[in-house]
């Protein structure tokens, strides 16, 4: 299996603080990864880093096989790798579907030249934007909060439609920032059974969460940061007989 996003020397400084030191790891192709440490061990600097929210002091990201640390946020996302955030961004005074029907780029109806189209060729365009949305909904189980105003959804909800906007631009890879914080119990068993069947359409994820058991259930390998840089690797039960990893980060998880 190839490699979909490998990561290279990769620094960031703020100041005299290292949030992302010689980071180096790869992530395959088709596979459900996690990202672990403690807070401030860089993770979402890292995250911030390849999605093209902050520029790297040096080092390297690839992926598909191109290097992009140099590009802006909107231009990585376009080469179909996003990303979703710790505290969800929904844009709070449209419904749930409005939400997702902003998301695709290059809309007949948005450009300037939609004025040469026929009316009948932006509507047919609109109708399939909607019909996509809508199996998008369903697969994140929002179908039936699709007309309400996306500032009501509670807080799980809102990272469900954080992630319908991610998938309404069909990805190759998510980046998956603490998808789980702040979600009742049993919401975090119907997201981890959303992002099962994300990964089974083909996506590649890769997940920083601090829900240990949502990592050990879903993921197929582990990689663990700490001082920004990765200090082990391995599948869930590698990691859980690592005794360092165990003993400083993950709190005796085995137990």
Known sequence: MSQIL?????SRSFGGLKAVSGCDFSVREGSITGLVGPNGAGKSTLFNLVS???????????????RIESLAGHDVARLGLRRTFQIPRELKNMTVIENLLLVPAG???????SVIFPGWKVKAEERKL????????????????AGHLAVRLSGGQKKLLELARCLMAKPKM???????????????????????????????LLIIEHNMTVIMELCERVIVMDRGRVIAAGTPSEIQSNEEVLDAYLGGISA
């Open 6 to 10: 490998e990561i290279k020397a990769l």
């Open 52 to 66: 093209g929210f902050v520029k790297a002091d040096s080092g390297q990201v690839v992926f598909r096989g191109d």
């Open 107 to 113: 809309q007949t109806g948005d450009r300037l030249v």
């Open 130 to 145: 909607v019909e996509t949305a809508r199996e998008v909904l369903a697969t994140v189980g929002l179908s039936e909060k």
């Open 174 to 204: 998510l980046l998956l920032d603490e998808p789980t914080a702040g979600v009742n119990p049993t919401l975090i068993r119907h997201l981890m059974s959303v992002l099962r069947k994300v990964h089974e359409s083909g996506v590649t």
